[in-house]
């Protein structure tokens, strides 16, 4: 099995599954390709997420704003999964958990003179009726198709166990491992940030549910908020602050886009307090 | 051949999807994951006209405002299909019509807790970097992932014929039986309403197209609009009402938005009535 | 192996699915179903850049603004593909792709009558609860579920070789063979146009790459722009000139939209000429 998650919109990924289709029986499986565009921290939030649920497989993740530059092309085996994308450290949360506490977790430089070429299907001796070939050769600005794809479909059939024996990889460290932010716990206060936001609007911060844990009411960002455990705790569009499907506090409305109501996006500093007595 | 449908977007139903393939050799197939969010009734018409055209399959179907109340989660059997998903009607419509006017149509209820386990691939003995562990046992929020995706699973492999040996299923009767509103036809006067509108803004309504025969135009809410059999019937930007490819009449703009030029909405009152002599 | 490719959105795509599957084993790839609206163009150059990637398949394409009309539905055979869509053109680049110089390249008309009923999963003798079955017999707006699909499952099924076989096919020209316009080359000067605008709001011109080789500036429209290898090329935020995936020349913003930057869309004229000395 191999996943395909990227920041590419359509119909890119559909040349990547074309290039594996041809190397490959694998089943593919989307885990998503409208990620933020370009945003390697966010996309590696989701993908340790999501990840995780899967069976072992081969997990081809291309968010690759150094697309072209001298960053280097990785796979990463992380427990019975492995990895294949930039070294842009967006695949190394994801990695951590696949790994485990137990389970290995190694590095392996691509070498992407080693993959050979990509072979459109065609026969063209003569530039076609648009004076051109389709590209010979890589290209510099899609990786996804000419590196990552025929090297996850490698992966992928070599099988996990024999990976070594593929000789346009090497052993390596890698040159970016993205740490996602933790949430500071100080008495009964907790500061963090917004590490996403999904579709339905839902504030996902990285402080632990367990901080919520025991209170009708918060303070989040200084404004009293009833906690619930579900959306329907409160109102259709009222606030609340629940434990999301992540194990993180959430702020969110119910039916309604917590984004919009708590003015918070990606990145922004999220303060999580008791509510003094008498307030609220 | 398991399908899902959802208003998850992205990238939710990627977890249930690997839920789904930590249980199941089962082909998936996306209906859609856009659809209007909590929207069950919009949800429940496009289901009734999209799954009667699959071969027997089971239909995971999560658009569930109330994830996490008292809600029941069900099991229906609906001619040679099952369909699992929330009591709140969603699921109905679709059934009806996978049953047919001869086929057995049967509710069953989850029993949750006899699901067993959701369980992430990781071993973490300790919490991550990020100071937890993923969430162990099912979120309050996310039960596309910890209830449905899991039923589906076990729901597929069973078997339609034997599902009443999974141990977790009951037999029950429904909390909501949604049914979708119909026009009232009298004379030659339609009164019905918007269902939906689709991606080309194809306002689509409840009135049924044999309202439309033998007429070359129509008044639509008081105004004189032509009848087409095809949108090309008018010019490109044209406004006019035609039977759509579920039957109904559908009040639409040549290669452009029905329901911009006709100001409509779900929801919205149609009235769809003979052009005065002398008129238009 | 089918491939499908639409402007349909969701949940229309899923309808294609179910009659697909109603008849067929083959493995199931979506392209694209959000190119844009009825917009033949601009889906004959992604579908001839993106389908030579896939091994030998069945590529199902509906992009049909002339749906319920008499222009006809056709099969293509390309060297070791088949196309199946409407004869408007929007198969015919990614066709003469397929086929080579070499290869065959052999148009059929589908005889629509020939190819039989749809039959939706019901068995209502009776119109259900809304007063009406589902619709029996062909649409005239949804060809795509009602003729392309099942001719596409077919076409699959009885293999490329012996596509005559099928009664409902018969050899035939197309009524239109669209070809993609293309750049003139000019001393140094290039006079071309957008092609297309990918989702990262890369403007796609049909200037071939090679007009670009040993230059490091050139005047776009009139304006001096850096010529890059990668988007790294230039700062953040920074407009360039590249060869794009494709091998033509693009013209974009180092993580930010080309399209805005340049103020281009889809048909509009693009220079590209040497910079003068003492300019820039």
């Known amino acids: 099995m191999i996943t395909l998650a990227s920041d590419f919109g359509t119909p890119y990924p559909a040349a990547m599954k ?5 190397r490959t029986d694998a089943r593919l499986v989307d885990v998503a390709h409208d990620f933020p565009r370009q945003n390697v ?3 590696a939030f989701w993908l340790g997420e999501v990840l995780p649920y899967f069976p072992p497989a081969t997990h081809l993740v291309v968010v690759d704003p150094g697309v072209g530059t001298d960053r280097n092309a990785i796979v990463v085996r992380a427990g019975d999964h492995t990895l294949v994308g930039p070294d842009n450290g967006v695949l190394l949360p994801a990695a951590r958990r696949l790994a485990g506490d137990a389970g290995r977790l190694e590095h392996y430089l691509i070498d992407e003179d080693g ?3 990509i072979e ?3 026969n063209q001796s003569e530039p076609d009726s648009r004076g051109q070939h389709l590209p010979q050769g890589r290209s510099k600005t899609f990786h996804g198709r000419d590196v990552f794809a025929p090297a996850a479909a490698a992966v992928h059939d070599i099988g996990i166990e024999t990976l070594e024996s593929l000789e346009w990889l090497e052993s390596t460290t890698v040159d970016v491992d993205l740490k996602l932010p933790t949430a500071t716990l100080e008495d009964e ?9 999904d579709g339905f609007g839902n504030v996902i911060t990285n402080v ?7 209170r009708a009411r918060v303070r989040a960002n200084g404004e009293p908020v ?3 455990e579900t959306f329907a705790a409160v109102s259709v569009g009222e606030r609340l602050v629940t434990v999301g499907s992540h194990g993180y506090a959430e702020l969110d409305v119910n039916q309604g886009r917590g984004d919009e109501a708590f003015g918070l996006q990606p990145g922004d500093r999220v303060v999580l ?3 003094p007595s008498g307030d609220g």
Do not use: C, I, K, W
């Open 273 to 275: 307090e008791p509510v």
């Open 120 to 122: 459109p299907t065609t």
């Open 208 to 214: 632990p549910g367990s901080a919520l844990e025991d």
């Open 189 to 197: 206060r907790a500061v963090g940030e917004v590490l996403a936001v």
């Open 41 to 43: 921290r966010t996309t």
């Open 18 to 22: 074309g290039v594996l289709l041809q």
């Open 226 to 228: 009833p906690v619930g």
């Open 115 to 117: 993959l050979g070429p």
